[in-house]
């Protein structure tokens, strides 16, 4: 009889224990806007629970009324059900997992130790230590890109030098500006 209600405890103690997701991540950036708005809660949005799509593409969090680390109802199935449809919706449809319960990351990708975040801490910050821990890597432009920023700014110093756009003398402005970069 001990060994049952033993076994049973056991059983429905797994059943509540949370599932972090595992391996390599990288978010998106608007997955990253909406982790810092959960990170930056307080008061009645207090963090609770944020989920990920494991393609990093769409996410779901959870808030709590009570403030931070008061909240014991809802669990990680539901929460991760939500962001599924969200990922079915909008996504790959990829499963999700949890990423982050209060302020702490517990996604384990082999560089995340349960890293704490601070609600006082900027986007700026929250962004470069999600980069450091391997989950975000910033959008970096294109050759092409690049040139249509450098051609915008051969321009720009061709019209503070006094040149009017469309004239002869404009486009050899830029001309110029542009083989001396």
Known sequence: MVLSLILFVNQTNKSFAIEYGHGELKLADFVIEGFIKFIKGKGQNSPYMFSVAEDGKAYMYWVCSAGVGQCTDGNHKTVNKSCLKYSKKYGS????????????????????????????????????????????????????????????????????????????????????MLSKQ
């Open 93 to 176: 449809g990829a499963k999700c997992s949890v990423l982050a319960l209060y302020r702490t990351v517990r996604w384990d990708n082999g560089i995340n130790k349960k890293t704490k975040f601070n609600s006082k801490m900027s986007g700026a910050e929250i962004k470069a230590k999600l980069t450091e821990l391997g989950f975000y890597e910033t959008t970096t432009t294109t050759k092409k890109e690049e040139k249509k920023e450098t051609k915008k700014t051969a321009q720009d110093k061709c019209e503070e030098l006094g040149f009017a756009k469309g004239t002869e003398d404009f486009g050899d402005c830029v001309t110029i």
